[in-house]
Nanobody
């Protein structure tokens, strides 16, 4: 599975962005998908994850109440809607996927087998 994250950019605090995680020529059915982020000098941080059933999703503490992860109507895209962005959200955002059972989600980067290149989100104050 080849993943591509996109949608990053430079925004101001309080703005919104929607990141996309897409595969080419493949479906994300049967894959749990997660978003992580990493800023310079920091460890990779869990942001959000969704089960392939779409019935289960969870968020890192920094994302709760502001971010939403969801699957698109097409079977090959997962989105991360980010609202009320803050300067501390500045990071490179990565999406990841792994084969999973119906409602399973994963919180650790080591649990994901497939990673895409990241997309940079910069939030100015």
């Amino acid at each position: 599975v080849r993943l591509q994250a996109s949608g990053g950019g430079l925004v101001q605090a309080g703005d919104s962005l929607r990141l996309s995680c897409a595969t080419s020529g493949a479906s994300l059915n049967y894959y749990a998908v997660g978003w992580f982020r990493q800023d310079l000098g920091k460890e990779r941080e869990f942001v959000a994850a969704v089960s392939w059933s779409t019935k289960k999703a969870d968020y890192g503490d920094s994302a709760k109440g502001r971010f939403t992860i969801y699957r698109g109507d097409a079977k090959n895209t997962v989105y991360l809607q980010m609202n009320n962005l803050k300067p501390e959200d500045t990071a490179v955002y990565f999406c990841a996927a792994t084969l999973a059972s119906y409602n399973r989600i994963y919180f650790q980067a080591s649990e994901y087998n497939y990673w895409g290149r990241g997309t940079l989100v910069t939030v100015s104050s």
